[in-house]
């Protein structure tokens, strides 16, 4: 018997530049959140019946707050339209964002290995741009969601 092929993409949130949130100010992307916007987009671009393709296999794995790394999960056959979706995404909330895809394969190790990898580069840069103001609590949570990425599973 087969199993059910999925296809991971790890990807990065930008936010709007123009915008200018401060470091004082963040923008809260959760899974939730994440989730509702690319499941609107779903709906807006490939209508009820594409929605209707996608929902049952799509997820958001893990979502990075500090970092706006996410993972997706989503089936082999719908990533392509779950893929197309995620580009069309302009809003999260009221804060205008981008995705940019950093890796996509079909196997959660090779994901969480890439998302690892681009978490503590991007905070690093985020501790650089921090200053002062960086806290040993973000730190702490910051290794609770590096530890979260190494306990996900199918």
Same mark, same amino acid.
């Given at each position: 018997?087969?199993?059910?092929?999925?296809?991971?993409?790890?990807?990065?949130?930008?936010?709007?530049?123009?915008?200018?949130?401060?470091?004082?100010?963040?923008?809260?992307?959760?899974?939730?959140?994440?989730?509702?916007?690319?499941?609107?987009?779903?709906?807006?671009?490939?209508?009820?019946?594409?929605?209707?393709?996608?929902?049952?296999?799509?997820?958001?794995?893990?979502?990075?707050?500090?970092?706006?790394?996410?993972?997706?999960?989503?089936?082999?056959?719908?990533?392509?339209?779950?893929?197309?979706?995620?580009?069309?995404?302009? $809003?999260?909330?009221?804060?205008?964002?981008?995705? #940019? +895809? =950093?890796?996509?394969?079909?196997? /959660? !190790?090779?994901?969480?290995?890439?998302?690892?990898?681009?978490?503590?580069?991007?905070?690093?840069?985020?501790?650089?741009?921090?200053?002062?103001?960086? $806290?040993?609590?973000?730190?702490?949570?910051?290794? #609770? +969601? =590096?530890?979260?990425?190494?306990? /996900? !599973?199918?």
């Amino acid at each position: 018997m087969v199993g059910f092929k999925n296809r991971y993409m790890v990807m990065e949130v930008f936010l709007d530049p123009d915008k200018g949130f401060s470091l004082n100010e963040p923008i809260i992307i959760t899974q939730f959140n994440v989730s509702k916007a690319i499941k609107d987009s779903i709906l807006l671009n490939f209508g009820e019946c594409g929605l209707a393709l996608s929902i049952n296999s799509f997820q958001v794995k893990y979502v990075n707050p500090i970092t706006k790394i996410c993972i997706f999960r989503t089936s082999r056959v719908e990533h392509q339209q779950v893929w197309a979706a995620i580009t069309m995404v302009r $809003s999260i909330g009221n804060c205008p964002v981008v995705f #940019n +895809l =950093l890796d996509i394969s079909g196997s /959660l !190790e090779a994901c969480k290995r890439a998302a690892l990898k681009c978490d503590e580069f991007k905070f690093e840069q985020y501790k650089l741009s921090a200053g002062d103001s960086f $806290s040993p609590d973000t730190q702490q949570r910051m290794q #609770n +969601l =590096l530890e979260k990425i190494k306990t /996900l !599973e199918h």
